[in-house]
């Protein structure tokens, strides 16, 4: 039995790590077109910020980790397009020639490719101009470079979504005055604008310029560095002058391997999988950032993440076997620290949930992340998004202090969608108690308290009145 | 409608906040026998090491917020019993008189009593020779007041559970010379030994000098201060010369004046009630730590928390008032900070699973609480104790350092055993992820994986031969 995996990033690692612990004589190859394999992508920001020493510790596994399960890597290996009918895999190796790998199953695990917006001049200027994208070990090199060479006072990002906010901290870190611009009407967009503006706030009290309700139109070199042209939403031009430009506003699915081969296509352009991570075509298996998301209260969506691709690429390895299980379906929880605050959200919010057929109502509440009396309390800003209906739990939006413990409370709200509970049935969980850490009932419970009372307290007296 | 509430603390308070909350014309009156009401226990501890500057401060809500409410509080007044035909409360006021107070609907909500051992000359001891028991406010006053007037260089702490732990950090903040003696063969006895320990070597890095495996069997007051003898489990004898002598071994149900009403008692003595709260006495309700604790996964036992009896007193309330809800029951979710080291558990351990009928078995990971590469990684010690049967999820038990979200950790333990989660199911839960913060699998996650790997990878690999 021979199974290759193609990428080797979270999806295409874990599928070679499922296969090598469920059956040790399976024969596992992965393809890999860059020579890092199972790096920590979502490190890269602290790589840059110097939090992180070398480069090398971004590994998740060293190449001598994975060899010791036992699977093979080619590396800087190209995988040019998949022989579907023949179950084999046209590579382009390091050296330039072009080669076959035979499989029994495959799994594609190609990812996603950063987004280019529209922004004249972009496909112009490159890497050396002090113009960067950055989604994968190269850019990160391209980027360090830069910085080296330009040794930048000054830079742009564009985008003010994870990755931008986490490299707003990480180049202000470095001692970069950094201008950050989003086109919506707030910094992270993931979560309610009354939330993304405690972000905002945070980001400029860290030094960091922030144009919200703004487009970046035109990038052009100049002898000072990189000048930017951009437009507010009601049409005021505004200009910079900086060092160094980095664009980072989304991914896209990288699919063209797999819709080569005949593979259809859902939303975003991902490739279409089931949830046992089957395309469709024989004996081809795909998953992470390249596949349509699972989302289990969305049905068939596009949430790319890296511990999405982490169960993806585990069902897909299982299943390659001759296993029969399913990916249970994201739930889009995410966390991101910003300087000293923690976001975080799981589930849906209003607009998502209105559109998936809810009828959502939401309640923020604040409550202390612990007893008041003992010293450090800091206020949670908790945002419970139910449904009035049902009063099925549908959403939760969270932002506090780094010590707040957001991102362990986040996950309370994500097993509780996982479970379908109602928010009112919140008040029923044990959670655990120590006045330095908590509170009687945590401030997860007291936010879908402060939901219930404001959606169903009518009804609760009513339901008594009833039975009296 | 008349509602009385017998007791201040978290039950009590409970039943009265819900039943005001519900019903506004709704007359309610709490009894209490102090002039403390709803003050945190829990953070008595806090207020001896000097972390909570005054005692007023360990109110959940100021008297004045109570009577916000539109509840009438009759403070310093004893509840002498309970007439149950007559509907009527007996009660000795401030001044000494007697009276009646005349209910529709009664709860109960007692507490619990410290235990005093049987320690020689415990008995004739007192506050004003150095010796104190700490469980009420008043108890509180008594030791400040020694603290004050002894100045201890030196204290003994008996017991080694969750308070005197807390005490023993406590004491040492203030710059006493702590000695811990536990009967047991560990400290913190609520979890397994190898954790256990690892609270123990905080302790000693803290400067406490414990003895485990070792009994106290007499204090005597001498001219220095406390004499205090005790024995090893080996019949050696020891002997410490302290200032200030503690006794924390634990409460049990203080169920007095709803046994003599006729109240029927189960495990430890606890009155009996069902999971309405409802004591079998007509129009009696009773809660918290003076009633049995209904558990989801043991059935009726005793295990008093302040959660637990907030749970309980809300339900109390709403059923007081003609409302039809349950107590959804325990897992005995419970969370100590020791020092810099926070240690919790939910659920069952093995001795308790077998007992319950089930086949546990155990595995103990040490993940790190975020991705190694980014500064201040701790390792998590977790024990995940799961059925060998049927592969359901039965326990957690973790201990690591302050910053490592502990306490917010076993909460999602404590949400999938609400809904019987097996351990491998827990790796499907959407839990959120950043290098600073987690790991693509949590360590939650990495922990049940690794249970799984140890007690059923033969299982998994026989179900894919056999799909094959």
Known sequence: MRLVAIGGSDAGISAALRARELDPSVEVTVVVADAYPNFSICGIPYYISGEVGHWRNLAHRTHADLEATGMRLRLDTWASSIDVAGQRLAVRNPDGSNDFIQYDELVVGTGAVPVRPSIEGLDTLNTADGVHLLHSMGDTF??????DRIQPKSALIVGAGYVGLEMAEGLTMRGIRVSQVETLPEVLPTVEVELGSLVHDELVKHGVDVHTNATVTRLSKVDSGLHVDGTTADGEALTWDVDLVLVVVG????TDLLVQAGAQTGPRGAVL???????????????????VTHHRLLGTTYLPLGTTAHKQGRVAGENALG????????????????FDLVAARTGLREHEATAAGFTPVSTTANPDDHKAYYPGATPISIRITGDAGTGRLLGAQLIGSKGAEISKRVDTYATALFHEMTVSGMTELDLSYTPPLGSPWDAVQMATQAWVKEHQIDAERASLTKDN
């Open 323 to 338: 296993g029969s299980v399913k990916f249970a379906g994201s739930l889009g929880s995410q966390v991101v620290k910003v």
């Open 251 to 254: 991914v896209r699915p990288d």
């Open 142 to 147: 391209a980027l360090t470079e830069s910085l």
């Open 273 to 291: 999988v089931d949830q046992s991570m089957a395309t469709g075509l024989p004996h081809v298996w795909a998953a992470g950032d390249c596949v």
